[in-house]
Every structure is written in structure tokens, then in C-alpha cells.
């Protein structure tokens, strides 16, 4: 087969996985347009496909069609999320970033094909074959009215790209009305590598949006390309057709000679026991796995950044050539490895792996076999002086040390303003305050970092031990909880090798300032069985259209976290917070950067699963401060400004460590 035909069965199957959408009310049956499945019971599509018809009703239930789906007969669906950023406007266009969307079936049972996703950023060229559906108009005696949906078939090569997601088509490609949606399709790898987004424009070809645009969807991607992995996994390997046997005769799989060659059945089996294994905690493990298995070298420059395992296994191919044994075999000892230092069991990942070195040379062998983690990702030492991939936060007793800044607002003061203190925790009890500013007119918000900065800089310096950054807690009243504290630079000119932002280096955390003194029996029995419970659960707060009350978070179970998409200083937020706090909550999660007036967005949809991700796989509450300070890491070393956690901040306060009474009495107004 030349590198410009595409494979029949391929084209089959990618027919067999595409649909089109139209309303589910008698008498209107238009069809909105072309998607396909990409996982058991999960839809692609363009967002702009569906925003017309769901614009103030996201809710709404439709149908999807296919020749191949279902007998013909529609079904029932219905929009989970898209990534579109507020309400669709009609007259805009959709930026293409945000226009994907992802349709659920309501009846998940439903049997039917799904594509293969293509698992690399880079696009290795060759044909490009899309298919979809276009309304066909027949007449009814006075109008033309749409009767069905047909199907359609084009060839088009990718000649261009715009940013990181947009495809364009050579100015001979030409695409139907209702095309937007189809699945794009790499005849040279039998990959589905985009969607169909725009028909020809003037000159202009058309255009595509990559696929890695999928990985948009935060925490919501990994899980739908495990799915997807899984599928393909467990779907029939014989006969030869399937989408990976069909692949390991085209061009793009390169001429297999023995076992130091990686095979496109490899790669389905390895993609498979990778879905299996935890998702990794941020971007950098990803990277530096890939980096470490392509022998030191980063991956090509222009790769967008990896989220899944997968996207991993994606960064090992070279200028469009398939991945050689050696280098995908070490990737996935390295995450089997990586997984051993969290507490994981990857046995039938490691297994496999063990039983494919069988058919390479030695060399592979003894690399891969002996294959160790980078220096950036081996585990911290944990308090019990055993090797964890999560420190935990310090408790009583345990002769770790916490540094706490206390944020006192002056009263009475026409605009916001400060006194403060810092202290020392050294697991036994709270020191005097080695620094503090209690007099006088106190200091600005805009000048705090600046004025502790010194203070903070000779406290640490005494009190971190190598390798372990003291945790910093900022104790101050539920009116100024929107403190972006983690975003504090404490070092104006830092150090290559050292990251500037406090909450990247040291966990950082906030308390409640009225909470000094005694804890009320309330909070202290929250705590411990919160602490008892082990794992911990989001729970979006307040709930969906409704106004926060005092039962909401009273009859939550111990280990529940509120989790807010609005800041906690104003507005339903501090009501919301205020009666956690009452309730004895001692860990909460909010974000701080604002929250839209008119309902909540995509952003705050991507922050809920974030948070419902970092809590389910924290084993406790004593390891979320380190996970978090991890993500925000993450964050920083990816330059990724738009990420969930970017702005959240966490409410960890112990009442086993209270900060001590202000014992102070009344003093003269200055």
C-alpha cells in the first residue's frame, strides 16, 4: 500500500464509529452535525456543533444517529462537558482551543466501534481521510426540508498549522454543511489525528483540530483515554479486523525485523496496562520518564506538554519513525518504577514488561532491567524516615517543624492593613514570635511580601533541613482568604536551581486566625475523624443551584472536603466557608481568582474534577498539603498558567496544633 491509500478496513471502521446529532423533538430532526466515539459510551464532536441547540439548556437531551450504531435506530444523548469558555455567543466564533466537546450516552451499554487516537503530538504527514455525514434535502411539496443524514467520504493532506491545535487543508480539500465533527484521519498511521472543524474559506482549505486538544479537559482526558486504551485492549485481536492489526500493514509502522522493534501490537498492550495505572501526579513525571527513556535527550521542541502515561509513550517517536523497543520498553520500567515509589503495585504492567524482554538483545535487556528514576523524582524521606513519595504534613510529637505568619487586620483602618508575627512550631509547642509588627499603622496587602520577606528568609533558614522546606501556615481571618499566600516570592532575585514561588519550594497552607486558644469540641472531633477516615472526597460546595446552609456541610461524612469554584473572602463563598468553619470543617479547597456573576463555567467544571482527582488519590489528609505543593510545582516548571490548581488555595487547620491565645487584652488606639 502506498503512503497515499488508505486501508479499506480502517475506512470501515472509522465509519462504523461515526454519528450525527439532531434533536430529539418530534418535528424537528434537523441534523446538527458529525462526531464519532472515541471511548465505550463517549462521543467527540466540535462545540460549536452543539452550542446552538444547548445555548441555556446544557441539559438538554438529543439524539445520535448512525447507519452502523444501533441498527440505524437513535439514540439518546446528551453534552458532559465542552471547552468552551462561558455561555456560546451565535455571533462569535469559537476559538479553536475551545471547540471540542464530549457527548455521553444515556444508555451506556450500547455496543459499537470506537477510533484509535492517535497517541503523539507531532502530525507525520501523508493523507488525510475525512468522513462524516452532511444533511441530504429532499422536497415536501412547498420547502426543501432535511429527510436524512448521508453519508460522505474526502481525501485532504495537512499542509499547516496554526498555534498549537489548528490543522489546515491544502485549498483543494472541500467538506460539506455538517461535516464539523468528523473524525480526521492519518492514512500513513491509521490514527485518527483531529476533527473536522471548518469548511473551505476563500483559499483556504479548511481546518482540523488536533487532537491533543483533548488533553484540555484536565483530569476528564486521562480518564477518557484510559477508557479508549482499555477498549482497544480488550476488543477481538482476531481475524485482522481491528484497527492495530490493520495498522501493522501500513507504511507508518515501519518493517518489523525481531524483537528490538516496537510493533503497533505493542503498542496497544502496552497503552492498555498503562490505563491501568495510576494517573500521574502532574506533567513533570511524564516528562521526565520520556526524557530519561529517550536516552537524556528532551523530546523536539514545539510537543505539547504530556498528561497522560500515554502521552509519554507519544513523546518517544522520532521525526515521524515508529518507537524502537529499548526506548519504549525503558519508558515503561521507569513508570513501573515510578509507580513502586508512590505505594503502587504495577504488577501486570512490570510482568508484561518482563515477558517482551524475552524477544530483545541483551543490551535492551540489561538497560531496561536496570533502569532507576530520575534524581527529580526520587521520593522525599519521609517524617518516619522511610522513603515515601509524599511527605506528611507534621503532627504533635513528631520533631518536624512548622513556621506560621500571623495576619491580624488593623482595626478600625479606612483601607486594609496589617500587624503581624511569625513563629515557630517545633512539634512540642508554639514559640514566642521571633519577628513581629504590632504597632503603629501596619502594613498594606501590596507591601506585606516585601516587609516579611527578610524575617521569613533568617526563620527558614534556621529551621529547614536539607531537602525538607519547613511547611508554612498563614493564619489570618476568613475575610482575607483569597491571600494568593502560595504566590508569595520570597527571594526577589532567585536562583536558577530554586524555584521563586513559596508554594512550589514548602507546603503551604491557611488557618483560621479566630480559631486561636482552646478548639471547641466540634472542630477537634471533625479532625481526628477526618484524619481516621484515610481517604478523602470532594464535595462541590455549595451544591449545584442552591445557596449554601448549615446542614450541607453538618451531614457531611468525616472525610469530606468542601471544595468551592468562587473565592472565600465575598459573597456566597464566605457564606459558604463561614458555616464550614462552624461545622468543624479543618480542610477545604477553594479557588481564589474570581468566579463568573451569572452561574459557573467550564473552568469551574475542570477545577471540581481536578480537586475530585488530587483528593481520591490521597491516601489521608496528612499527605494533601504535599500533593498540592506537587501540583503547584507542576505548575510552575510548565509555564501552564490556565491549569485548575493555578489559583486554588487549601484550608488545613489542626486543632491538635492550636495557635495560641491572643492574651493581649485591649490596648490605646494609636
Given at each position: 500500500m502506498?503512503?497515499t491509500?488508505?486501508?479499506s478496513?480502517?475506512?470501515?471502521l472509522?465509519r462504523?464509529?461515526?454519528v450525527?446529532?439532531s434533536?430529539?423533538?418530534?418535528?424537528?430532526?434537523?441534523?446538527?452535525?458529525?462526531?464519532f466515539?472515541?471511548?465505550p459510551?463517549?462521543?467527540?464532536?466540535?462545540?460549536?456543533?452543539?452550542?446552538?441547540?444547548?445555548?441555556g439548556d446544557r441539559?438538554?437531551?438529543?439524539w445520535?444517529g448512525?447507519?452502523?450504531?444501533?441498527?440505524?435506530e437513535?439514540l439518546?444523548?446528551?453534552?458532559?462537558?465542552?471547552?468552551?469558555?462561558?455561555?456560546?455567543?451565535s455571533e462569535?466564533r469559537?476559538?479553536?482551543?475551545?471547540d471540542l466537546?464530549?457527548?455521553?450516552?444515556l444508555?451506556?451499554?450500547?455496543e459499537?466501534?470506537?477510533?484509535?487516537?492517535t497517541?503523539?503530538t507531532?502530525?507525520?504527514g501523508?493523507q488525510?481521510?475525512v468522513?462524516?455525514?452532511r444533511?441530504e434535502?429532499?422536497e415536501?411539496?412547498?420547502?426543501?426540508?432535511?429527510?436524512?443524514a448521508?453519508r460522505w467520504k474526502?481525501?485532504?493532506?495537512?499542509?499547516g498549522?496554526?498555534?498549537?491545535?489548528?490543522m489546515?487543508?491544502?485549498?483543494?480539500?472541500?467538506?460539506p454543511?455538517?461535516g464539523?465533527?468528523?473524525?480526521?484521519?492519518d492514512?500513513h498511521?491509521?490514527?485518527?489525528v483531529?476533527v473536522?472543524?471548518?469548511?473551505r474559506a476563500?483559499r483556504d482549505?479548511?481546518m482540523?483540530?488536533?487532537?491533543?486538544?483533548l488533553?484540555?479537559?484536565?483530569?476528564?482526558y486521562?480518564?477518557l483515554m484510559?477508557a479508549?486504551d482499555r477498549?482497544?485492549g480488550?476488543?477481538p485481536?482476531?481475524g485482522?479486523?481491528?484497527?492495530?492489526?490493520r495498522?501493522?500493514?501500513?507504511?507508518?509502522a515501519?518493517?518489523?525485523t525481531g524483537?528490538?522493534?516496537?510493533?503497533?501490537?505493542d503498542?496497544r498492550?502496552?497503552?492498555?496496562?498503562?490505563?491501568?495505572?495510576?494517573?500521574p501526579?502532574g506533567?513533570r513525571?511524564?516528562v521526565e520518564?520520556?526524557k530519561?527513556?529517550r536516552?537524556?535527550?528532551?523530546?523536539?521542541p514545539g510537543?505539547?506538554?504530556?498528561h497522560?502515561w500515554r502521552?509519554g509513550h507519544?513523546?518517544?517517536?522520532?521525526a515521524?519513525?515508529?518507537?524502537?523497543?529499548?526506548?519504549?520498553?525503558?519508558y515503561?520500567?521507569?513508570?513501573v518504577?515510578?509507580?513502586?515509589?508512590?505505594?503502587?503495585d504495577p504488577a501486570?504492567?512490570a510482568d508484561?514488561?518482563?515477558?517482551?524482554?524475552?524477544d530483545?538483545?541483551?543490551i535492551v535487556h540489561?538497560?531496561?532491567t536496570?533502569?532507576?528514576?530520575p534524581p527529580r523524582?526520587v521520593?522525599?524521606?519521609?517524617?518516619?524516615?522511610?522513603?515515601?513519595a509524599?511527605v506528611?504534613?507534621?503532627?504533635?510529637?513528631d520533631g518536624?517543624?512548622v513556621?506560621i505568619?500571623?495576619l491580624e487586620p488593623?482595626?478600625?483602618?479606612?483601607t486594609?492593613?496589617?500587624?503581624?508575627?511569625?513563629?515557630?512550631d517545633?512539634?512540642?509547642?508554639?514559640?514566642e514570635?521571633?519577628?513581629?509588627?504590632?504597632?503603629?499603622?501596619g502594613?498594606?496587602?501590596?507591601?506585606l511580601?516585601?516587609r516579611?520577606r527578610?524575617?521569613?528568609d533568617e526563620?527558614?533558614?534556621?529551621v529547614?533541613?536539607?531537602g525538607?522546606?519547613?511547611?508554612?501556615?498563614?493564619?489570618?481571618p476568613?475575610?482575607?482568604?483569597?491571600?494568593?499566600?502560595?504566590r508569595?516570592?520570597?527571594?526577589?532575585?532567585a536562583?536558577?536551581?530554586?524555584p521563586?514561588y513559596?508554594?512550589?519550594?514548602?507546603?503551604?497552607?491557611?488557618?483560621?486566625l479566630l480559631?486561636r486558644?482552646?478548639?471547641?469540641d466540634?472542630?477537634?472531633?471533625?479532625w481526628?475523624?477526618t484524619?481516621?477516615a484515610g481517604?478523602?472526597?470532594?464535595?462541590?460546595?455549595?451544591?449545584?443551584?442552591?445557596?449554601?446552609?448549615?446542614r450541607?456541610?453538618?451531614?457531611?461524612?468525616p472525610?469530606?472536603?468542601?471544595?468551592l469554584?468562587?473565592?472565600?473572602?465575598?459573597?456566597?463563598?464566605?457564606?459558604?466557608?463561614?458555616l464550614?468553619?462552624?461545622a468543624?470543617?479543618?480542610?477545604?479547597?477553594?479557588?481564589?481568582d474570581?468566579h463568573?456573576e451569572?452561574?459557573c463555567?467550564?473552568?469551574c467544571e475542570?477545577m471540581?474534577?481536578?480537586?475530585?482527582a488530587?483528593?481520591?488519590?490521597?491516601?489521608?489528609?496528612l499527605?494533601?498539603?504535599?500533593?498540592?505543593?506537587r501540583?503547584r510545582d507542576?505548575?510552575s516548571?510548565?509555564?501552564?498558567?490556565?491549569h485548575?490548581a493555578?489559583?486554588?488555595?487549601?484550608?488545613?487547620d489542626?486543632p491538635?496544633?492550636?495557635?495560641?491565645?491572643?492574651d493581649?487584652?485591649p490596648?490605646d488606639?494609636?
Amino acid at each position: 500500500m502506498s503512503d497515499t491509500e488508505s486501508d479499506s478496513v480502517i475506512d470501515a471502521l472509522t465509519r462504523a464509529a461515526t454519528v450525527h446529532f439532531s434533536s430529539a423533538r418530534e418535528g424537528d430532526r434537523a441534523m446538527w452535525g458529525s462526531g464519532f466515539f472515541v471511548a465505550p459510551g463517549w462521543v467527540l464532536t466540535c462545540a460549536h456543533v452543539l452550542a446552538p441547540h444547548l445555548r441555556g439548556d446544557r441539559e438538554r437531551v438529543f439524539w445520535l444517529g448512525g447507519s452502523e450504531v444501533n441498527d440505524g435506530e437513535p439514540l439518546e444523548a446528551r453534552l458532559d462537558r465542552w471547552l468552551l469558555d462561558g455561555e456560546p455567543r451565535s455571533e462569535q466564533r469559537v476559538p479553536v482551543e475551545q471547540d471540542l466537546a464530549l457527548v455521553r450516552l444515556l444508555d451506556p451499554d450500547v455496543e459499537h466501534e470506537c477510533v484509535w487516537l492517535t497517541d503523539r503530538t507531532d502530525y507525520p504527514g501523508g493523507q488525510g481521510v475525512v468522513q462524516g455525514y452532511r444533511p441530504e434535502n429532499q422536497e415536501d411539496g412547498s420547502a426543501p426540508v432535511v429527510r436524512r443524514a448521508a453519508r460522505w467520504k474526502a481525501t485532504a493532506r495537512i499542509n499547516g498549522f496554526d498555534d498549537d491545535y489548528g490543522m489546515r487543508f491544502r485549498p483543494e480539500a472541500e467538506f460539506p454543511k455538517g461535516g464539523s465533527g468528523s473524525p480526521v484521519l492519518d492514512a500513513h498511521t491509521g490514527a485518527v489525528v483531529g476533527v473536522l472543524k471548518s469548511r473551505r474559506a476563500g483559499r483556504d482549505g479548511g481546518m482540523a483540530i488536533a487532537a491533543t486538544a483533548l488533553r484540555r479537559f484536565g483530569p476528564a482526558y486521562q480518564a477518557l483515554m484510559a477508557a479508549h486504551d482499555r477498549w482497544h485492549g480488550q476488543s477481538p485481536k482476531v481475524g485482522g479486523h481491528n484497527w492495530i492489526e490493520r495498522q501493522h500493514q501500513l507504511p507508518g509502522a515501519g518493517v518489523y525485523t525481531g524483537g528490538d522493534q516496537w510493533s503497533p501490537r505493542d503498542r496497544r498492550e502496552a497503552l492498555f496496562l498503562l490505563s491501568g495505572v495510576r494517573p500521574p501526579d502532574g506533567i513533570r513525571p511524564v516528562v521526565e520518564l520520556a526524557k530519561k527513556a529517550r536516552g537524556g535527550v528532551a523530546s523536539p521542541p514545539g510537543q505539547l506538554l504530556p498528561h497522560a502515561w500515554r502521552d509519554g509513550h507519544g513523546l518517544l517517536y522520532e521525526a515521524g519513525q515508529p518507537v524502537a523497543a529499548i526506548a519504549a520498553l525503558h519508558y515503561l520500567q521507569l513508570v513501573v518504577e515510578y509507580e513502586r515509589s508512590r505505594g503502587g503495585d504495577p504488577a501486570p504492567l512490570a510482568d508484561w514488561v518482563a515477558h517482551r524482554l524475552q524477544d530483545v538483545p541483551r543490551i535492551v535487556h540489561t538497560v531496561v532491567t536496570q533502569a532507576t528514576l530520575p534524581p527529580r523524582l526520587v521520593p522525599a524521606r519521609g517524617p518516619d524516615g522511610r522513603d515515601g513519595a509524599v511527605v506528611s504534613y507534621p503532627i504533635p510529637g513528631d520533631g518536624s517543624t512548622v513556621v506560621i505568619v500571623e495576619l491580624e487586620p488593623v482595626c478600625d483602618a479606612p483601607t486594609a492593613r496589617f500587624y503581624w508575627r511569625i513563629r515557630v512550631d517545633d512539634g512540642q509547642d508554639v514559640n514566642e514570635p521571633l519577628h513581629e509588627e504590632q504597632t503603629g499603622d501596619g502594613v498594606p496587602p501590596e507591601q506585606l511580601v516585601r516587609r516579611l520577606r527578610g524575617p521569613l528568609d533568617e526563620v527558614f533558614a534556621s529551621v529547614d533541613a536539607p531537602g525538607a522546606p519547613a511547611p508554612l501556615e498563614v493564619a489570618l481571618p476568613v475575610d482575607h482568604f483569597d491571600t494568593a499566600v502560595h504566590r508569595w516570592q520570597l527571594t526577589e532575585m532567585a536562583r536558577l536551581h530554586h524555584p521563586a514561588y513559596v508554594g512550589v519550594r514548602r507546603m503551604v497552607v491557611l488557618r483560621d486566625l479566630l480559631r486561636r486558644g482552646t478548639p471547641d469540641d466540634n472542630w477537634l472531633a471533625r479532625w481526628e475523624a477526618t484524619v481516621a477516615a484515610g481517604a478523602l472526597t470532594a464535595v462541590r460546595t455549595p451544591p449545584p443551584r442552591q445557596v449554601p446552609r448549615a446542614r450541607h456541610f453538618a451531614d457531611m461524612p468525616p472525610s469530606a472536603v468542601p471544595v468551592l469554584c468562587r473565592p472565600a473572602g465575598s459573597g456566597v463563598g464566605r457564606r459558604a466557608i463561614g458555616l464550614a468553619l462552624d461545622a468543624g470543617h479543618g480542610v477545604a479547597l477553594w479557588h481564589t481568582d474570581g468566579h463568573p456573576e451569572h452561574g459557573c463555567t467550564e473552568f469551574c467544571e475542570e477545577m471540581h474534577d481536578g480537586a475530585a482527582a488530587l483528593l481520591a488519590q490521597t491516601a489521608g489528609a496528612l499527605e494533601l498539603p504535599d500533593r498540592l505543593r506537587r501540583i503547584r510545582d507542576d505548575i510552575s516548571g510548565s509555564r501552564n498558567g490556565g491549569h485548575w490548581a493555578e489559583g486554588v488555595a487549601m484550608l488545613y487547620d489542626d486543632p491538635t496544633r492550636p495557635l495560641p491565645a491572643d492574651d493581649n487584652g485591649p490596648v490605646d488606639s494609636p
